[in-house]
């Protein structure tokens, strides 16, 4: 009798595990669902090339089901695997090569006149062009101000999910984004008086 208790014991303690396993696992399939569109976006921010951001988004969910046993000590998932996704890009950024630089164009020469084929086209080519220096004027942001600005505005994180994805305090992140928005704002301006 106590032979079969222990054998009972043994399946309880397997199939308790296994139990374990599979809701580890679905804990991180739901992580996911849910935030892989965020985790690849800023893999993204920090690579700026799709085939590198879809690697970095893989490596940060296989890193999130490595350590799923972590995962109920998690308070904030979105901030948990906005951190990992920006660890893994900057780690992959470093070992590519591929420190994002400032673009080849000058983010400063004025914009061409889009080419008149009507109203709707007209506004849809200005606006391409406004985002792609946008885009270019942002990057030539220093680092430190660029990062926070980049998950703040772009991301939509709140000033503490940025804080503690990049290791900084909150009025660290207010800051720095205030100030990256007054150069962008800036430089908008000098170029729109042009």
């Given at each position: ?60 969910f ?13 308070e ?30 000058d ?30 004027l ?57």
């Amino acid at each position: 009798m106590i032979e079969g208790e222990r054998v009972l014991a043994g399946e309880a303690i397997l199939n308790g595990a296994a139990t374990a396993e599979r809701s580890a696992g679905d804990a991180v399939e739901e992580l996911v669902q849910a935030h892989s569109r965020l985790v690849y976006r800023i893999a993204f921010a920090v690579l700026r090339r799709h085939q590198d951001a879809e690697d970095a988004t893989q490596e940060t969910f296989l890193r999130v089901l490595r350590y799923s046993s972590k995962l109920a000590a998690v308070e904030d998932a979105k901030t948990w695997l906005a951190r990992i996704a920006w660890r893994v890009a900057v780690d992959c950024s470093k070992q590519n090569g591929r420190q994002r630089e400032i673009p080849l164009d000058d983010p400063e020469k004025p914009l061409p006149e889009p080419a008149a084929s009507g109203p709707q086209a007209d506004e849809t080519l200005h606006g391409a062009q406004m985002s792609a220096v946008i885009e270019k004027l942002i990057a030539a942001l220093p680092r430190k101000l660029r990062e926070p600005l980049i998950l703040s505005t772009v991301e939509e994180m709140s000033p503490r999910e940025v804080a503690t994805t990049l290791g900084i305090n909150e009025a660290a992140v207010r800051s720095r984004v205030f100030r990256a928005r007054q150069i962008l704002k800036e430089k908008l301006v000098g170029r729109a008086e042009r």
